[in-house]
T-cell receptor, first 116, second 113 residues
Framework: GNSVTQMEGPVTLSEEAFLTINCTYT??????LFWYVQYPGEGLQLLLK?????DKGSNKGFEATYRKETTSFHLEKGSVQVSDSAVYFC???????????????FGQGTILTVHP | NAGVTQTPKFQVLKTGQSMTLQCAQD?????MSWYRQDPGMGLRLIHY???????DQGEVPNGYNVSRSTTEDFPLRLLSAAPSQTSVYFC????????????FGNGTRLTVT
């Protein structure tokens, strides 16, 4: 079956540090890949997405590139801020047609804390 | 635009009690779903619906029922609560189509004692 594995957290960084959160996946075919962010007390929000190999998703200074050869979708940001403190989830959607569009498989989440 | 609204935000139940978690969306989304979030396990799909009158099971459906009588509402029913159902529950909706993102509510934190 489909699965997503994220690097274990928590991750603690100082402001302006470089961020990488690793994500690898197992899926048949050509899944779509997503990063969601969850701020304290809130639901998940889409951060960025990529729908085919070599696509780069980007938003709010975050980037992730869909690497089919390594089945990875690592999240990066060059300079984190305190306001980036949140839980980050990698997810995939197997594009199997039919009603598959809503069925996301999530990683376990990575807690990021950024200190001033 | 309220988006996806979940009620209540917090709930404590005793083992064996039943209750309904409410979810409503005002974006005219065809697709709605329920996830549970547990520490170290990410989110797992409980039930989903692709339109009014149509529901199907997700990854962890046991102990839960759903119905979809309108496009806007998708309640989740716990028939006989168990401590294993202690979790944070999220409702999400989207348009149809493989590139449409899920929109999440703010969650319901349920504790079963």
């Amino acid at each position: 079956g489909n699965s997503v594995t994220q690097m274990e957290g928590p991750v603690t960084l100082s402001e302006e540090a470089f961020l990488t959160i690793n994500c690898t996946y197992t899926a048949t075919g050509y899944p779509s890949l997503f990063w969601y962010v969850q701020y304290p007390g809130e639901g998940l929000q889409l951060l960025l997405k990529a729908t085919k190999a070599d696509d780069k998703g980007s938003n709010k200074g975050f980037e992730a590139t869909y690497r089919k050869e390594t089945t990875s979708f690592h999240l990066e940001k060059g300079s984190v801020q305190v306001s980036d403190s949140a839980v980050y989830f990698c997810a995939l959607r197997a594009n199997a047609g039919g009603t598959s569009y809503g069925k996301l498989t999530f990683g376990q989440g990575t807690i990021l804390t950024v200190h001033p | 635009n309220a988006g996806v609204t979940q009620t209540p935000k917090f709930q404590v139940l005793k083992t064996g009690q039943s209750m309904t978690l409410q979810c409503a969306q005002d974006m005219n989304h065809e697709y709605m779903s329920w996830y549970r979030q547990d520490p170290g396990m990410g989110l797992r799909l409980i039930h989903y619906s692709v339109g009014a009158g149509i529901t199907d099971q997700g990854e962890v459906p046991n102990g839960y029922n759903v119905s979809r009588s309108t496009t806007e509402d998708f309640p989740l029913r716990l028939l006989s609560a168990a401590p294993s159902q202690t979790s944070v529950y999220f409702c999400a909706s989207s348009r149809t189509g493989e590139v449409s993102p899920l929109h999440f509510g703010n969650g319901t934190r349920l504790t079963v004692t």
